[in-house]
């Protein structure tokens, strides 16, 4: 199956018709103490009202036979610093791992380092620039093992930019779901952050079933929309895979009458991936789709999803999937309540435009 790309259906939409204003405070810096202990604003299709509960209440507010589709990904530690032959000081982040000792990164650079210079890693070793590939750069590691193992103790997480603090040791167990196990992202699918054991069992006592998707989320999902028509964007590639299991239970999940319930935009986005005239079909490989209003979601019949910045790509996501008017209330709402914002913040579970 060829790369996928989708362009906007609606040469009318502009960037800054997905802005908002957000105090500050209202992101949120680190995690609850407990993973399901963080909100949940319920936001029934229109004009029912909104409901605030907690994410630990889903399995009263999900059916026996629902299918709740997790993104199984797993964060590496994928930020590195160094300095180049001159002394200049270096900061890479890692996109994607193409191999035992290459990678696709973002460098960061007071000059942009050419093909055949290296870098001196902090954490020992070294980096060698290959070459460009669009707004990245190709890197042949020369350390002692291979990348993916090496970074697991030389590299450091890379929490999202608007986190204004050093990642700690606690980072690492709770900016990963409890089910992350394909190892590949350089950030987390955030909504799966709110599930912990606890409440996994309990919604297997209700009687919801788990599939998993994986879509390794780039560091492109924290590259913001640079025009304002939108036609214009270009959106960035993650690599994924909707196996047949997951469509298998996909089929069965509906043909008994049961809802199929995204946990996180990743999740929606693999399966949308993964549509071919309306069917889900197993798929392994890249993706640029972009979903704005304009476009129906079919892959699924509500979301748990976290709230996303202003003018963001995955905003736009979830307006498609709701409504934007309908999208912009609850995050009215969601503000005036003091819900908290972001990658450790509050969720909602979202139900799609009638």
């Known amino acids: 199956m060829a790369d996928i790309a989708y362009t906007l259906p609606c040469a009318a939409l502009k960037k800054s018709d997905f802005n908002y ?34 994410v630990r209440d889903l399995p009263d507010l999900l059916n026996p036979g629902d299918l709740l589709v997790f993104n199984d990904t797993r964060v590496i530690p994928a930020r ?55 707004e990245f750069y190709v890197l042949q590691f020369h350390v002692p093992e291979a990348l993916e193992q090496w970074l697991l103790h030389a590299g450091r997480l890379p929490l999202p930019p608007y986190i204004q603090r050093e990642p700690g040791l606690d980072d690492r167990e709770r900016y990963q779901t409890v089910f992350a196990r394909e190892v590949g ?60 299991e997951l469509v298998q239970q996909v089929r069965r999940t509906r043909a008994a ?40 979601i079919r892959s699924v019949d509500a979301m748990v999803t976290n709230f996303h910045l202003p003018e963001s790509t995955l905003l736009m996501m979830i307006s498609a999937f709701a409504g934007q008017a309908r999208v912009f209330e609850a995050y009215r709402a969601a503000i005036a309540e003091k819900y908290r914002f972001f990658s450790y913040g509050d969720a909602m579970l979202l139900f799609p435009q009638a």
Do not use: C
């Open 80 to 134: 590195l610093f160094g300095q180049k032959a001159s002394g200049g000081r270096v900061e890479i982040l890692i996109e994607r791992l193409l191999g035992a000792q290459q990678a696709r990164a973002q460098v960061g650079a007071s000059k942009s380092p050419k093909p055949g210079s290296r870098i001196a890693l902090d954490a020992g070793g070294e980096a060698e620039v290959l070459g460009r590939d669009g």
């Open 257 to 296: 009458g049961g809802r199929v319930i995204g946990v996180g935009t990743t999740v929606v986005r693999a399966l949308e991936s993964a549509m071919r005239d309306g069917e889900l079909l197993p798929y392994a490989g890249e993706t640029q789709i972009f979903i704005t209003p304009g476009y129906r």
């Open 185 to 244: 992202a350089v950030a987390a699918p955030t909504a799966g952050l709110h599930f912990d054991e606890a409440l996994l069992a309990a919604l297997k006592d209700k009687g919801v079933d788990f599939g998993h998707v994986t879509l390794h989320v780039g560091a492109g999902t924290f590259q913001p929309v640079r025009v304002d028509d939108l036609t214009d964007h270009v959106m960035h590639r993650e690599w994924l895979n909707v196996g047949a």
């Open 21 to 54: 204003e957000l105090p500050p405070e209202l992101i949120a810096q680190a995690p609850l103490a407990e993973r399901s202990a963080s909100r949940l604003m319920l936001v029934p299709q229109a004009p029912a009202a909104f409901d605030h509960r907690h």
